[in-house]
């Protein structure tokens, strides 16, 4: 999201040298101010549930977290930064703070909301992109003009490789961290981990979001071709992944943080 707003700026512009790192000025102020926002609301909600009472209202408190986490979305857009960026690091700082500090509730709820929530707009994504794959009629022409087998054969090839060489490197560079910075080699990311890291997450509900904002006369070609490359991913990779954790023997439905006690409690 933060890289299209960068992009947008420059469209209609004459290309030029001092363009690429005025670009990459406004990327990094944009995810530096919408990540310090993001923060910055994760610990106010922290140290207000930390010095109130809020725990003897599991009710409210739940109410309130979700507040905080909408609430940081849309200020950060209103101040023309990254929601989504802010949106993020405002889970993070509420999981590593606030969550400790929650009553046992709240915790409880807040995890169950929220895995049902994403849980559902999972859903809706499906929804979204089988109805605008195989029933979106563009104004003027055949659907099928739309489609550019090449450009979707280089663009599922290149998505697959940033996928590779992102995931690879940076797993290394944490695992070099970890060994010689902090000497915690039981921290390392296995190579088995790498490879799924690699092997999932390839499903482009935010390029689906970005491309349906695209405007020109290529815009349709573009969605189109997101919305493919989006299926072909899930069917090449979301379809084989419970086969890949067999092969990689990586254990799957393990409880989180020994949690063990019964919903009853």
């Given at each position: 999201?933060?890289?299209?707003?960068?992009?947008?700026?420059?469209?209609?512009?004459?290309?030029?040298?001092?363009?690429?790192?005025?670009?990459?000025?406004?990327?990094?102020?944009?995810?530096?101010?919408s990540m310090a926002l993001g923060i910055a609301f994760g610990l106010f909600m922290s140290l207000t549930l930390k010095h109130s009472y809020l725990?003897?209202?599991?009710?409210?408190?739940?109410?309130?977290?979700?507040?905080?986490?909408?609430?940081?979305?849309?200020?950060?857009?209103?101040?023309?930064?990254?929601?989504?960026?802010?949106?993020?690091?405002?889970?993070?700082?509420?999981?590593?703070?606030?969550?400790?500090?929650?009553?046992?509730?709240?915790?409880?709820?807040s995890k169950y909301i929220f895995a049902t929530l994403a849980q559902l707009t999972e859903n809706f994504i499906f929804i979204y992109l089988g109805?605008?794959?195989?029933?979106?009629?563009?104004?003027?022409?055949?659907?099928?003009?739309?489609?550019?087998?090449?450009?979707?054969?280089?663009?599922?090839?290149?998505?697959?490789?940033?996928?590779?060489?992102?995931?690879?490197?940076?797993?290394?560079?944490?695992?070099?961290?970890?060994?010689?910075?902090?000497?915690?080699?039981?921290?390392?990311?296995?190579?088995?981990?790498?490879?799924?890291?690699?092997?999932?997450?390839?499903?482009?509900?935010?390029?689906?979001?970005?491309?349906?904002?695209?405007?020109?006369?290529?815009?349709?070609?573009?969605?189109?071709?997101?919305?493919?490359?989006?299926?072909?991913?899930?069917?090449?990779?979301?379809?084989?992944?419970?086969?890949?954790?067999?092969?990689?023997?990586?254990?799957?439905?393990?409880?989180?943080?020994?949690?063990?006690?019964?919903?009853?409690?």
């Open positions: 999201m933060t890289s299209c707003r960068t992009l947008s700026q420059f469209h209609g512009t004459e290309f030029k040298l001092a363009s690429i790192f005025h670009g990459i000025g406004i990327f990094l102020f944009s995810f530096s101010a725990a003897q209202f599991p009710k409210i408190e739940s109410c309130l977290v979700a507040l905080c986490a909408y609430t940081c979305y849309f200020f950060s857009n209103g101040l023309s930064m990254s929601g989504i960026v802010s949106l993020l690091f405002c889970g993070i700082t509420l999981k590593h703070y606030a969550y400790h500090i929650m009553s046992r509730r709240t915790q409880r709820s109805l605008s794959l195989f029933t979106s009629s563009p104004t003027g022409g055949k659907v099928t003009s739309y489609f550019k087998p090449l450009f979707i054969i280089i663009s599922t090839v290149s998505v697959v490789f940033v996928r590779y060489a992102s995931v690879f490197p940076l797993s290394e560079a944490i695992n070099l961290f970890q060994r010689h910075v902090r000497g915690q080699r039981q921290d390392e990311i296995p190579y088995s981990y790498q490879m799924m890291l690699f092997w999932a997450g390839l499903r482009g509900a935010v390029g689906v979001a970005l491309a349906a904002g695209f405007q020109g006369e290529n815009a349709q070609i573009l969605r189109t071709t997101v919305l493919v490359v989006v299926v072909l991913t899930v069917v090449m990779f979301g379809g084989t992944t419970a086969r890949m954790l067999e092969v990689l023997n990586i254990r799957t439905g393990v409880e989180e943080d020994g949690n063990v006690s019964s919903d009853e409690e």
